[in-house]
């Protein structure tokens, strides 16, 4: 009778575990799904916050456009999958839009410095030429002025009266 | 032309001079606003890539492709999620006046990060692949999109003007908003009516 006394306590206890085991699993999993989720959103922001700034300073960015896209397309499998329970799945494809987001990032990052070098020389270079052709011009103009008026005070000053016919 | 005249002729040529070659300086201090609007597209169509041949008598268990598009005229490199959603006659559609979106949850969804000026599409496949039919009433239990399945649980009576049980399969268009760090509803979406059949 203890036997069987024991035997069922620990059927009962068993019967609990597994059906408390598994939810609790399922639980972690969606959590972790989740946090991965949000993870690969954060990044995906970031990386195309980078990206636009990458744009603005004027380089070319449809290379990094079109890996956000591959990371953009795993993102949302992920959220799908997430909404269908299948948390493993999402998770999975969360962390591989984290990766190639870190990459892409790191890409648009080196982009943007280079981009920012090449403005920053394009603007010492306009700024130096600019100055240089405006003084050019500046000078070239008051020479040009000075020999002009010379020349045309000597053409004044070489004219003779004119005698006109038939006037008192 | 006398002296002064002279003068006025050689100042005005100089500032013009002057004017051309700073052109370039000028521009990069002061940037030239562009006066275009801004705008997105979303459309969807039929599986030859054209407006036309839409799916519309759809039986269970058969899949059905049309293309999901988006055009970016923002002016600037733009990331869009285009929500899949699908409704009754009788549930809400987004509100146009308002500019908010339909609050059915999404079943499917798209990511995507367009150059100004381009375009983006997608294949959309869907099959009914669970639904009964009970008198004047269906139900769609479960869809599939894309080859990912959904439990719709979705219900429409028989409507006798139309001769038909109608669905609608409908696209909403959200746009990344970089002040507020959040997607921002566009204010447009498509949609196909479907007529299930078993």
């Known amino acids: 009778m203890p036997t069987y006394r024991s035997f069922l306590i620990f059927t009962v206890l068993f019967a609990l575990a597994l059906s408390v085991f598994p939810f609790e699993a399922c639980a972690a999993d969606a959590e972790e799904a989740a946090l991965a989720i ?81 403005a920053t020389q394009r603007f010492r270079w306009t700024l130096i030429g600019s100055i240089v052709g405006v003084t050019i011009i500046v000078c070239a103009s008051f020479v040009s002025w000075l020999t002009f008026k010379r020349y045309y005070y000597r053409r004044i000053l070489a004219m003779k009266p004119e005698v006109v016919s038939g006037e008192s | 032309m006398n002296l002064e005249e002279y003068r006025t002729v050689f100042a005005v040529t100089s500032l013009l001079l002057t004017l051309i070659v700073a052109a370039p300086i000028i521009r990069m201090l002061i940037p030239i606003p562009t006066q275009t609007e801004q705008f997105s597209e979303l459309w969807i169509l039929g599986p030859d890539h054209t407006a036309r041949d839409h799916p519309f008598n759809v039986r269970v268990n058969e899949t059905h492709r049309i293309f999901v598009g988006v055009g970016n005229h923002m002016g600037y490199p733009a990331y869009y999620m285009v929500l899949v959603k699908f409704r009754n006659r009788t549930q809400p559609l987004p509100d146009s006046l308002s500019s908010m979106p339909s609050p059915l949850p999404p079943i499917y969804e798209f990511r995507a990060f367009i150059s100004d000026g381009a ?76 007529n299930a059949t078993t």
């Not at chain 1, 984290?98 to 410095?113: P, Q």
């Not at chain 2, 006798?160 to 696209?171: A, C, H, N, T, V």
Request: charged share 25%.
């Open chain 1, 38 to 118: 949000e993870r690969a959103e954060g990044i995906m922001f970031s990386c195309y916050q980078v990206v636009l700034e990458t744009e603005s300073a004027g380089e070319e960015v449809s290379v990094l456009l079109a890996r956000l896209n591959e990371a953009g397309v795993l993102l949302a499998q992920a959220r799908v999958s997430y909404g269908v329970g299948d948390f493993n799945g999402a998770a999975r494809f969360a962390d591989l839009c984290y990766e190639t987001g870190v990459e892409v990032r790191h890409e648009a990052y080196d982009l943007r410095h280079l981009a920012v070098e090449e």
């Open chain 2, 119 to 194: 375009t983006w599409e997608a294949p959309l496949n869907f099959a009914f692949l669970e639904v009964s039919r009970l008198g004047d009433s269906f139900l769609v239990r479960q869809m599939s999109i894309n080859d990912v399945v959904f439990s719709v649980n979705c219900t429409s009576d028989w409507d006798s003007e139309i001769s038909g049980f109608y669905y609608q399969l409908f696209l909403e268009l959200y746009l990344y908003d970089t002040l507020l760090h959040e997607f921002r509803y566009e204010n447009r979406f498509v949609g196909i009516w479907l």
